[in-house]
């Protein structure tokens, strides 16, 4: 290769490099700078930049290729929102904080890679309010990006068929995959006192990925379509308080919005099982041969007289509406 012209670095360039040096190949770094690879490595060497531990030949521990709970998460937010690249990169995006400190922590702890290791950045994007269906241009989401063609190259067998994932892990491990799915691309709905757990993807792949795991829990999921996405959906209250506390969620903002209407529901709930213990008690009286009437007074002023009736005569059961 002929040696680039020498000339002087600006500003720009410099940014770039110590932006790009960590993780972009050098032979691509000098078509972008149009600059020799002596130049780059020298100047770099100046300005304090390393290569040696974050290029592409950062090797993974051997228990790294093993299943974990951590690479297991990993696996599910890679698909859901992560990104790989041709350099070797492996990376995410978002908004929040929390998230992306519980990224680089699973990251950390199923890599062994040191934090300064990591390219972490912050700049203008868009973020995809999936419960507003909404698009938002913000100015500071958090960008984390890692290079080893190794975990590279393990990850991208997931990307490439996510059905892998239940082949490679154990069924122990399945909930962190749906965590990391959901801490990607999940949303949930307050919906008339209840709240509805959804998870939002194009990738037909993905989805039924996210299906067959809500599945193996003992879940009831829902698939339908919304705009150019499809959604899976939990509308079962108790399954809804199932996946929160069983599975968890990340992120504060969701956290504290699931809490609040998780107060409600439990006073929903507790009428609920109030009308539940009268139906019973209904059927049962009625199985022993009681009339209409006799019942009535024994369980009257406990519900409406219409609502009597419609399960007296079987026309409806308690909850017809409000699915648990």
Known sequence: MKNKIHKRWNSKDIAFL????REVAISELIKKLNRSRSSICHKANRIGLKRDNIGPLKRLPILAKEPSKELAWLVGYLLGDGYLTTSWTIGMKSKDNDLKNFYIKNLKKWSKFKKEEFVIDREEGEY?????????????????RACSKEAWQLL?????????????FPEEYWKFILKGLWDAEGHMTPAKGIIEIGFSNSNEKILSLYEKLCLSLGYHPLKFKDRDESKIMLFRMREAQD???RIGVTVQRKRLKIKKILRKIKRKLKKFNERIEI???L????QQGMQRKEIWE???RKVPISTFDKWFYDIRKPGKNFKI
């Open 18 to 21: 110590q932006k790009n040096y």
């Open 128 to 144: 995809n309010d999936k419960e507003k269906g909404k698009v938002y241009t913000c100015e500071n989401i958090w960008v984390v």
């Open 156 to 168: 991208k067998k997931f990307k490439d068929n996510p059905l892998y994932s239940l082949r490679f």
């Open 243 to 245: 996946f929160v506390k």
């Open 279 to 281: 139906y019973n008690q």
């Open 283 to 286: 059927k049962k009286l009625k």
């Open 298 to 300: 024994k369980i009257s």
